[in-house]
């Protein structure tokens, strides 16, 4: 059984900072992709940011130059640092990684239970 367990979401004023961590545990043999994704009220989800496990980045427009994607491979995290946050950032913000279990299975996309992160004054 697979687990991603997020944390660090909350309230901040807009301007300010967080940073998000999402930890996978369980039956793991490799992680190949890791992201975070958004869902604001009455909308789609959306990609937010993603990294493969060579380190790769990939970002939403709406966040290059404010958002930094990382991961610990060791750790089995991913983490989102979020500066200059908005208050069109309010979501809740959702992990995602694509998870061999064994060596002999493919790889399926796994899910956190999300975090809300609300950026207002």
């Known amino acids: 059984q697979v687990q991603l367990v997020e944390s660090g979401g909350g309230w901040v004023q807009p301007g300010g900072s967080l940073r998000l961590s999402c930890a996978a545990s369980?039956?793991?043999?490799?992680?190949?992709?890791m992201g975070w994704y958004r869902q604001a009220p009455g909308k789609e989800r959306e990609l937010v940011a993603a990294?493969?496990?060579?380190?790769?980045?990939n970002y939403a427009d709406s966040v290059k130059g404010r958002f930094t994607i990382s991961r610990d491979n060791a750790k089995n995290t991913v983490y989102l640092q979020m500066n200059s946050l908005k208050p069109d950032d309010t979501a809740v913000y959702y992990c995602?990684?694509?998870?061999?279990?064994?060596?002999?299975?493919?790889?399926?996309?796994?899910w956190g239970q999300g975090t809300q992160v609300t950026v207002s004054s």
């Open positions: 369980g039956s793991i043999f490799s992680i190949n992709t």
């Open positions: 995602n990684a694509a998870i061999r279990a064994y060596s002999g299975s493919g790889y399926y996309a796994y």
């Open positions: 990294i493969t496990s060579g380190g790769n980045r």
